[in-house]
């Protein structure tokens, strides 16, 4: 992770590179934000920036092969610390490759995308006196490259006592050329003997300005659209990616459905075959998406005809298309209709031949249509 690679956050980001620059590195720092403000990216970027072997005055190079350990996960003096349900597994390192998948999906994941990912029971995970011993233990060995070892704690709040009363000693009084950044939400559930031996970096929501460029970049153009994202996710990267992605999909779903009810009404037989080429080349999970999309549409469309009140659920552009569309929705359809979408959606989960069975929804669709 570079520093480029992390949204916002340019006084933090120059203030950890004047920290590598004068060789004045705190040895342990809290790191207090949430998740989704990127707290994690900062800190991964922020070390790769101390190991990189060419660092270049505003980031590290991405390239030299202690920056490819980092970005990987990899290094062997920079460890990870997170929560575990001590039922599972009593140690971090046991469940880091599960860990390691989420960071790479999405650093800025949350603890609750973690009790999720890791156990199915959602249970309580908890930073236990093993995992500080499992610390300790790593910080004592000798650096593996000759430079800092690295302890990076992640939610760090869930820290028992026992685990914070066993890390206070090494917190205060490091090993040469040791950094802990521990990583934590809440700074009232914090032991405050571990608050008072660390030194407190604020990450700060995401400015509005900068979600927008990253939502730009992201492919989201449409003004509207941007700042009610902008809005909706309050300086969280993380949310405004997942809002970003849905309101994409939701875009594709809807021109695609347009587009099959009136290729399928006109009896335009050559577009719907291409249209049923085109679903066919989709993902698996995109083609479901659409599926569920399309029954969406169909009970929206009944619901318009029988209660005259505003659609609450459907966006602007779906109700000026439901104004004119949901009148070839009918008794006389409607339950065509849903089984149509839904044994498709069955069939595309047990991987049928998925052009052929868009071609039949298209010959279906037609017929269902014109029986309004
Ligand atoms: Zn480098």
Do not use: Y
């Given at each position: 992770m570079q520093f480029k690679d992390v949204i916002g956050h340019d006084t933090l980001k120059k203030q950890f590179i004047q920290e590598v620059n004068d060789d004045h590195i705190s040895h342990a720092q809290l790191f207090l934000g949430k998740t989704g403000y990127g707290s994690l990216s900062l800190a991964l970027a922020f070390v790769q920036y101390i190991f990189?072997?060419?660092?270049e005055s505003h980031d590290s190079?991405?390239?030299?092969a202690s920056c490819r350990k980092i970005s990987a996960l990899q290094h062997p003096d920079v460890h990870f610390s997170f929560p575990t349900v001590q039922a599972i597994s009593k140690l971090s390192d046991e469940q880091f490759p599960e860990w390691k998948k989420l960071v790479e999906e999405?650093?800025?994941?949350s603890l609750n995308d973690w009790i999720s990912y890791s156990d199915p029971k959602g249970r309580k995970p908890i930073l236990s006196v093993h995992q500080s011993q499992e610390i300790i233990k790593k910080l004592s060995l000798k650096s593996f490259e000759g430079n800092y070892k690295v302890s990076i704690i992640w939610m760090a709040e869930e820290m028992n006592q026992g685990c914070a009363n066993k890390l206070l000693k090494i917190i205060e009084e490091?090993?040469?050329?040791t950094l802990f950044i521990l990583i934590a939400?809440?700074?009232?559930?914090?032991?405050p003997t571990i608050l008072s031996r660390t030194q407190l970096v604020k990450v700060k929501p995401i400015s509005d300005q900068e979600m927008e460029k990253y939502l730009v970049n992201k492919g989201i153009q449409d003004d509207e659209l941007k700042k009610s994202i902008v809005a909706r996710s309050e300086g969280n990267a993380r949310l405004a990616k997942e809002l970003a992605s849905g309101e994409k999909a939701n875009n594709q779903n809807r021109t695609d459905f347009i587009q099959l009810m009136r290729i399928c009404y006109k009896k335009e037989v050559l577009p719907m075959l291409d249209w049923a080429e085109k679903m066919g080349n989709y993902g698996r999970e995109d083609q479901k998406n659409f599926l569920l999309y399309a029954l969406y549409m169909i009970r929206q469309s009944l619901m318009k005809n029988y209660t005259?009140?505003?659609?609450?659920?459907?966006s602007a552009e779906e109700v000026t298309f439901l104004q004119r569309f949901s009148r070839f929705i009918t008794n006389n359809n409607v339950q065509d209709f849903t089984q149509l979408f839904n044994d498709a959606h069955y069939y595309v989960e047990r991987n049928a031949h998925a052009k052929l069975l868009f071609t039949n929804i298209t010959f279906e669709v037609m017929r269902y249509i014109h029986r309004a």
């Open positions: 990189c072997e060419n660092k190079c991405g390239t030299c999405e650093p800025n994941f490091p090993p040469a050329k939400e809440n700074q009232e559930v914090i032991l005259e009140e505003q659609l609450m659920r459907a």
